[in-house]
Every structure is written in structure tokens, then in C-alpha cells.
């Protein structure tokens, strides 16, 4: 090779302005040409370069086949690291692929958050393989960290914690850094913690830098001190890092003592995955869909959403039913009625869209949810007054009635009011009533919307026309 | 008083073990009598032990009016940090609101990255005047953060960095820091640079704290070390800080020297931002919606995509009406074919949020876009048949007529499968045209699946039953 193969990513990045992306489709082209031609050497050259979060990317794009035979190869090179970034419907494959040894390899290079995460997801067996090839202190700890509830703060911590106690100063947390073998990889704060273990204050370690050793660790104690129980939602832990800039957090057991931490980069992953699922869910995609999932697993997240859909789009026929006279008369019913649906859908979806999210961050609460909920209901007035003016012309401009055109546009204002004040008052009483607003507010919303808009402009017309 | 306001919200939260939110609606409540009753001491008190993040949020939840009110109560305790966290919508109103002197006290106390952020969206004259109050050193500094593109690394870093030459040993580095009066609030790295400022490493403070005085710094450089140029769009830096755990990341200018630093909390706020931003998107709201902009401002955001949604509405009816014909004998035909278009949109919109998902978080690129299309469209067609005969089933038992449940059920498979392969496909030729696919794939796989779901029932039906 005439050049290190970092280097060349590195000067693509800076041609490439616009990518920091450092997986590109020709390094995945050049990745499975060597597997295909059992080039071990070139395969190692050419993944050696990548951040683990990389190749875990890599082997999700690529199928089956080429991850199995490309894990072979890699052999013993394949890193810990790697596991923790693989998206969990690949995870278990890619485990049950690798030789035993290399997993054990590469799961006693893991912190204990690490070995957490890649257990959760794991059946039994698989469990108790990786769990014997820890050491005893590790697998105690791991033990311990699962008997937390998923997705609590006892789950997402490192048990590694760097503390000291309240009454030292600078030069004594320096030395006993110094002369401690086995710190984590990375730690930002010291955790000053009373005779009971307990968290009393964090010291940002720029702070403690700057000071003299004889200068009180107590006084040094960041401003922003959040400490969470062990049952804490990781949801709500996320929130709080964002919300007040924390970069690391200690977590305490219900004595309130300190059994470990949990730092932002952890925090940023779950609201990332928070983001990823609200997102899926309001399209009603299974929250945990990959790009990686089969046609099978694809078909079977999908059906249940897709069949619910199809229970509110017959609602929707059945009031069209109740109507067929008056269409059979005025087939111009028949071509413009979608359009009031549509616009009563597409408002709701707006509306909802906003109330979703403004829960999810709680920016929707007590204190302001009738002012919202009038808004809301303004706007769809004033947008639905806006449509029907518009669309009461061109109905006239296409099919000559001006009654038709009354008709319409009245029904339009109807169903956007509705549909501004469904898209708010459903999210809300949903979130009320514990049920994930981004799970359900959709189909219900445009349930309302097409049932109104349908009802609001064939009853109008049958009493107007006939 | 009997409780320290601290305290009390500390023990409100370990009873409240699901909300780690300090903020509640009785708060709220609280700080709007002392509003009303104009009782200064109470307000301080009650707003005191708040986080800045909070009382933010809090002013985004009352209206306008109570806002002006409690800001000049409140006068000069009011801080920066309060500032820098508001949204942008309501940020300009409190600027206006504030006394010159308060204003010019609370930007003075903030990084420069901040300021930069609150700069960014005011007026010019607004501008001025807080450029006035700086101290020149920071004037000058913020100025030269403005040159560089909106969004840019080149905003969104501090300039205040702590760096030491690469030949330094960690007891420099310490006496360095202890003698340094000015270093920046955080800092988790110290930045190793060459004799022309050139980064070439960053050392953690953990790293640093837990070796000798004699230990080179060089020696202590962590694995993971990315320089973004002051260019880089603030997505690509998120997406980094996120995929490589990046804590902090040195910018460089274009000559590769060394300008300013990036932080994981800001990061983390930008890619919260972007979620945001995306799911806005994807429901055709202007992404620049607040839950605190007024009717007006709401209106104005919401109404172009409905005016879009009306045109491919009206598309749809333009289709329908070229079956007039057949509609007018068999009008079973209008009160089905309302479900065809809706399954359909349904799965398109299925399909389409994973593929911009997918393309937002870089996992579908030109390594898998064929696989994935050939998964959506086999799943496109199994759901299709699936729901086929379920519908077909259904309109005989309804309608009592094989032939017709016959055609829906065809209609239902091809109008699946366009929706699968519309939803993956036209996100990403988007997204190759360098069009946000979150903004613009909406309207298209719907006004598809509306087109196609009425042509092929509508269509079918006309070549069956005429």
C-alpha cells in the first residue's frame, strides 16, 4: 500500500466537507472483495483504521451471508467494542457466529455498562455463556446491575466510580489517582461522598486541575449536582442530562448510597434511541424496526398498524354508506369528499405532530395546555376558513354549483376545527391516562377527521340538495 | 419559610420516582401569584433554586403578558444562562423587555459560544447593542464566530481552549493550569498542539490527574481524536460526537490551526435540535414551530403544506372524476375506495419514515439501497395480498358481490406495492438530489398512493363491471 489507510480517510474528509462520515459505500466494496477472496490480511488493513461504531455500521449493511463468513475471517481481531454497537437484531446472530474464545476475548475488554447492555437483549443461554467467561468480581457486578427494571438508571451506570471522601483535599485525590491501578476509561468528575457512601457533591476534574493541593475537594463542588435512584426511568435520565447540560451523574441504591454513574455520552445514546422511537411510532412502524430486519420480521411489525388502519378507514366507509343516495345522485360527492378528509387529516397530523412532541419535552403541561388547546382550535378555524374559500371556488370554477361550493367550504371549516382541537385534546388525554401518545394519537386522530370530514360534507350536501 | 425550596423539590423527587423534573405545574402556579401580587422577595425566592433551563421553560409556558410582568419584577437577578437556554421565538421579546443595564449584565457573565447562539437570530440594531456592552477582547471574538457560516463547527465551538505544547509533561501541564486564571467553566481534555497551533491530540484531565509529574503529555493522547474545520455543518459534529462518544473536539481554521473547541452538551443539543426538526418535518410543520408562537405565527407555518396537501388532494379528485361513469352505477365504488388510499398511504408512510430515518443516521447508503428496496417492495406486496384478502372477504360479505370484492382485492396488492417501493424510493432520490427527504417525501408517497390507490380500483372496476 502507498498510503496509510487512515491518512486517506482523513484527506477524503477534508475534500468531503459536508461528510465526517468516515464509512464510505467504495470502503464497504473494498471490504467485501476481500472477503470474498479470503484475503485475512487486507480485511484486518482495511478494518483496522475504523472506529468499532463504524464497522458495527458495516456489518449491518451488509447481508447475512457476507457478516457470517466476514466474522470468520476476522477471526480473533473482532473487538468488544463492536458488540456494543451493534444494533440488537444483529447482536445475537453476530454472537452466536463468533468462536467462544474470541467472545470471551472481547467481552472481558468491555466496561460493565457495556456488558449490561449486550446481556439485556440476549436468551438465557447465551446469557450464562458470556456471563462464565467473566471474571468473579465482573459477573457479580453485572448480576447485580441486571436485577435493576429495563431502561432504569441501574441498567444504563458504569459501576466503575471514581469517589473520595468529603473531607480530602486536592493533593490527596492526586495521589490516590496516581497509586489507583484501574480507573475507568474515562471520568470527568470525582464524587465526593459522606461516611454512608453517599454522593454529596461532584468535583469537575478541570476544577480540582486548577487548584492547589492543599485547596478542600469540598470546596470545589459543581453548581449542577444531580444525583438518580437506581429505578429511574433511562427516559428521564436523558431528559435531565439535556436539560441541564450534566455530564456525568451519580446513581445511588435506595439507601441512597453510591453504586455507580452515568455519564452523557450513555445519556446521548438513549435520547437518541427516545428520538428514533417516537419518531417510528408516529408513523406506526414497529419502535423497534431496523434497516436490518427481515421481510418476515418487516411484515410482522408492520401488519398490526396496517390492520388497525384498516378498521378506521372501514369506520370511514360505513358513514360513506349511510350516504349512497345522495352520491348516487350528485357523483360530484363522490370525487370531492377525499379532499375534505385529506385536509382534516393533514391539520390533525400537524397539530398532533406539535402535542407530541411538546409532551415528549415537557413543554405541554397544566399551566399551559387551554392556552394550546385555543390556539390550536384558532388556527384550524382560520386555516379552515382560509381552504374553504378557496376550495368553495373551484368547486364552483369545475362543476358549476354554488351550492356545492357552499357545501364544501362549510364542511372543510368543520372538520379543520375538529381537526386542530382532536390533534391537540387526544395526545393530551392520552399522555393523561399513561398510554404513549405517539403510539396511538394518529389513528385516532385521523379517525375523527375522516369520520367528520365525510359526515360534515355528504349530511350538509343530502340536506342542501335533496 | 420552614424549607430550603431545594430541598423541598429534592424529596418532591424521590417520592416522584417517574419525573426527574424539577419544574411542576404548581410552581408555575406559585410564581404567577407572586407575579400577580407583585411580591418581589417571594418571586426570587421561589425562582432561586431553579436551574436556568427551567425558568426558560417556564416563561415559554406563561403568555406574553404575565412574562413582561414577572421579567420586570424579577429586574436584576435576572441571568444569562436563562437567556441562552429560551427558545428563539420568545428570546427577541425578552431582550426587549429587559432593562439595557440587566441585559448588558447577563450577556457579560456567558461564554462566547453562547453569545454567539444569542446573536445569531436577533435584528441588527438588537445585535449592536449587545456587541456594545462586551468587553472588547470578546467583542472581537464574537465577531469573528459571526463570519463563519450559520450552523457551522464554527458557531457552535467556545474559543476558550485549553491547550499545552506537545512536548509538555504532565507536571507542566498541572503548574500551567494552576497558574492559569481565566480557564473556561468545563473542560474534559487538554489539546496537544504543534508549533504552528496545529492540534495533534487531546489528553484527558482523568488520564492526566492519574500519572506521574514526569510522564509526557504526548504519551497520554486518547485513542479517539477527531478535529472538525470551523466549516463542518453542526449535524455532521452531533452525528460524530454521537457515533465515536466524543466528549470534545478541537476546530481548526483553514489553515489548520487550532480556533476553538466543541463540547458534547452542545453537540447533544443539536442533535435534539435536529430529531426535532425531522419529526416537524415529516408532519408538515414548519420546523421552526414553538409551542410558544401565537396564532398568527402558527397559521402562517402550517399553511403552506396544507395548500400543498390541497393541490395533491385535488390531483386525486381529479382522477376519481374521470370514473364518474361508473361511480354513478355501482356506488359501493365510493364508499370503498376511500380504504385502498388509505392503507395505501398508510404503508407508504411506513415505509417512507425508515427509509429517512435510515438516510439521517447514514445506515442506508448505496452499500444496501438495493436490498432494502427489494425488502419493502416484497413486504409492500405480502402485506398487499394479506389485506387483499381480508378486504375481499369483507366486501362480499358486505356488498354481496365477488367480482367487485375481486377488483378491491387487486387494487389492495398494487397499490401496497407502489406504496413500499414509493416509500423508500423517492426519499432517496431526494436525498441524492440534495433535498431533505424528511421535508418533501410526505406529499409525494401520498399524492402516489392516493393516485394509483383510485386509478387501479377505480380503473379495474370500469374494465370489470362495465
Known amino acids: 500500500m502507498t498510503q496509510e489507510p487512515e491518512q486517506a480517510v482523513e484527506e477524503q474528509d477534508a475534500r468531503d466537507d459536508d461528510d465526517a462520515y468516515a464509512l464510505r459505500p467504495k470502503n464497504v ?190 470546596s470545589l463542588i459543581s453548581e449542577t449536582f444531580h444525583v438518580f435512584p437506581v429505578t429511574r426511568p433511562e427516559g428521564e435520565v436523558a431528559y435531565a442530562f439535556n436539560q441541564y447540560h450534566l455530564i456525568s451523574a451519580p446513581v445511588v441504591d435506595e439507601n441512597e448510597r453510591l453504586v455507580g454513574v452515568i455519564t452523557i455520552d450513555d445519556a446521548m445514546a438513549v435520547l437518541d434511541e427516545e428520538h428514533e422511537e417516537d419518531i417510528l411510532r408516529l408513523a406506526g412502524v414497529g419502535e423497534e424496526s431496523r434497516l436490518s430486519d427481515t421481510v418476515l420480521e418487516t411484515t410482522k411489525q408492520r401488519l398490526p398498524w396496517l390492520a388497525v388502519n384498516l378498521m378506521t378507514a372501514i369506520l370511514a366507509s360505513i358513514v360513506i354508506a349511510q350516504f349512497e343516495d345522495v352520491i348516487a345522485q350528485v357523483v360530484a360527492l363522490a370525487v370531492l369528499m377525499p379532499i375534505v378528509a385529506s385536509m382534516g387529516g393533514n391539520a390533525g397530523t400537524q397539530s398532533l405532530t406539535v402535542a407530541v412532541r411538546a409532551l415528549a419535552t415537557k413543554d405541554l403541561t397544566g399551566s399551559n395546555v387551554w392556552r394550546i388547546i385555543r390556539r390550536e382550535g384558532t388556527v384550524g378555524l382560520v386555516n379552515g376558513a382560509a381552504f374553504a374559500l378557496v376550495m368553495g371556488v373551484l368547486e364552483y370554477l369545475w362543476f358549476g354549483s354554488a351550492v356545492l361550493g357552499m357545501v364544501i367550504a362549510a364542511a372543510m371549516v368543520i372538520n379543520m376545527l375538529v381537526a386542530g382541537l382532536a390533534g391537540i385534546m387526544i395526545p393530551v388525554v392520552l399522555d393523561r391516562l399513561k398510554i404513549d401518545p405517539a403510539l396511538a394519537s394518529g389513528t385516532f386522530v385521523t379517525t375523527v377527521t375522516d369520520v367528520v370530514g365525510f359526515f360534515a360534507f355528504l349530511g350538509l350536501a343530502r340536506v342542501v340538495l335533496l
Open 29 to 218: 466494496t473494498a471490504i467485501l472483495y476481500a472477503v470474498d477472496t479470503d484475503d485475512r490480511e487486507q480485511l484486518v488493513a482495511l478494518l483496522e483504521p475504523l472506529h468499532p461504531a463504524d464497522i458495527a455500521d458495516m456489518l449491518e449493511q451488509i447481508n447475512a451471508f457476507d457478516r457470517m463468513r466476514l466474522i470468520k475471517l476476522y477471526g480473533k481481531e473482532f473487538d468488544g467494542d463492536i458488540l456494543s454497537e451493534l444494533d440488537e437484531s444483529i447482536r445475537e446472530e453476530v454472537i452466536r457466529t463468533l468462536h467462544p474464545e474470541v467472545l470471551a476475548e472481547a467481552v472481558r475488554e468491555l466496561e460493565s455498562d457495556d456488558v449490561v447492555d449486550l446481556l439485556e437483549d440476549l436468551d438465557e443461554a447465551q446469557q450464562e455463556a458470556i456471563l462464565e467467561v467473566l471474571e468473579d468480581s465482573d459477573r457479580v457486578a453485572v448480576e447485580q446491575s441486571l436485577t435493576y427494571p429495563e431502561y432504569s438508571a441501574g441498567r444504563l451506570m458504569q459501576r466503575e466510580v471514581v469517589m473520595a471522601p468529603e473531607h480530602w483535599n486536592v493533593g490527596e485525590a492526586i495521589d490516590y489517582l496516581r497509586s489507583t491501578e484501574d480507573l475507568p476509561e474515562q471520568f470527568y468528575h470525582i464524587v465526593l461522598v459522606d461516611p454512608k457512601l453517599r454522593p454529596i457533591g461532584n468535583v469537575g476534574l478541570g476544577r480540582l486541575m486548577a487548584s492547589r493541593r492543599e485547596v478542600l475537594l469540598r
